[in-house]
Nanobody, 127 residues
């Protein structure tokens, strides 16, 4: 069973940037379509971005389009979420999720479509 781990969270001022990374145990993240989600206190888990196994297809939520960018790093075997122009309302716990798929071009935007989840990393944006 694959285990996912997020890193890169922290405290940043509004307007700043952070890069989150998602890695998998045994370095097998390339076998999975990956998505990023977040959950703020008292709110439902929110989809942010997803990328296909081959890295050639991706999708973003409207709330982060143009500010967040998802990518695969084959050298590090990670999936990264570059977050720019951060706002206080971006404060949440951020999760990466993975789903095994035979379709290298497929991506998923629903949390129910993902089988594997990381423990989350806190992102706090101060005003």
């Amino acid at each position: 069973q694959v285990q996912l781990r997020e890193s890169g969270g922290g405290l940043v001022q509004a307007g700043g940037s952070l890069k989150l990374s998602c890695e998998a145990s045994a370095g097998v993240l390339s076998r999975y379509a990956v998505g990023w989600f977040r959950q703020a206190p008292g709110k439902e888990r929110e989809f942010l971005a997803a990328i296909s196994r081959n890295g050639g297809n991706w999708i973003y939520a409207d709330s982060v389009k143009g500010r967040f960018f998802i990518s695969r790093d084959s050298a590090d075997n990670t999936v990264n979420l570059q977050m720019n122009m951060l706002k206080p309302e971006d404060t949440a716990v951020y999760y990466c999720a993975g789903e095994s798929t035979y379709k290298s071009s497929a991506f998923f935007s629903q949390s129910a479509e993902y089988e594997y989840w990381g423990q989350g990393t806190q992102v706090t944006v101060s005003s």
